[in-house]
């Protein structure tokens, strides 16, 4: 199965992540470090920038594929996380 990273995947991906991270934020820095590999840095890597290379580009040039799937990626992280955290209730 090949997965090519589009700006949808990279959406999915940051809302995953945005979902994710106010949950592991309160726990141990073990599990909180574990988590942020898992929940959001390999999503983040799958889904935005692939395991692939893509097409080279000459140097000094700026992929702008990959800035607007990563710029996908933080606005629906931050705007996930941010809806997320507002919902919970303090303890």
């Not at 994710?20 to 889904?47: D, E, K, Q, R």
């Not at 692939?50 to 931050?78: E, M, N, T, Y």
Request: charged share 10%; net charge positive.
């Amino acid at each position: 199965m090949r997965l090519a990273p589009t700006l949808v995947t990279a959406a999915l991906a940051g809302i995953f992540s945005g979902v994710m991270w106010p949950l592991i934020w309160p726990l141990s820095s073990l599990w909180l470090m574990l988590g942020t590999a898992v929940l959001v840095v390999l999503p983040a890597h799958a889904f935005v920038v692939g395991f692939k290379r893509q097409q080279r580009i000459r140097p000094g040039a700026i992929d702008a594929a990959l800035l607007s799937r990563v710029g996908a990626w933080i606005a629906c992280a931050a705007i996930a996380s941010f809806l997320v955290s507002g919902w919970r209730v303090p303890a």
